[in-house]
Nanobody, 126 residues
Framework: QVLLEESGGGLVQAGGSLRLSCTAS????????MGWFRQAPGKEREFVAA????????TYADSVKGRFTISRDNAKNTGYLQMNSLKPEDTAVYYC???????????????????WGQGTQVTVSS
């Protein structure tokens, strides 16, 4: 059984930082590309960042570029999303996702992903 478990969410003031983690089990993590998505109340789920299976390729939504950094540690079966300079509009439930990778590819659409975590709440106060 594949399980993705997010952690690290919470309440932070604008301008602050958080680091989200996504720990995977039940799959060979190093063979899977992963991504982060978020969903704010009343809005559709949106892409945040993605990374390929080796960590050598990444891509970001324009809204987070320069503030967020996606990374992974395959030895720990864990992916990360470092979020700096947080803004109130970053408030959302953040989800990690994984799919079997293809060499060099990153995936920025939700439909591309097979497995999803349960989400972790990030709230940024003004």
């Amino acid at each position: 059984q594949v399980l993705l478990e997010e952690s690290g969410g919470g309440l932070v003031q604008a301008g602050g930082s958080l680091r989200l983690s996504c720990t995977a089990s039940g799959l060979l993590f190093s063979m899977y590309a992963m991504g982060w998505f978020r969903q704010a109340p009343g809005k559709e789920r949106e892409f945040v960042a993605a990374i390929n299976w080796s960590g050598g390729s990444t891509t970001y939504a324009d809204s987070v570029k320069g503030r967020f950094t996606i990374s992974r540690d395959n030895a720990k079966n864990t992916g990360y999303l470092q979020m700096n300079s947080l803004k109130p509009e970053d408030t959302a439930v953040y989800y990690c996702a994984a799919r079997f990778g293809q060499i060099g590819r990153v995936f920025n659409t939700a439909i591309s992903y097979t497995y999803w975590g349960q989400g972790t709440q990030v709230t940024v106060s003004s």
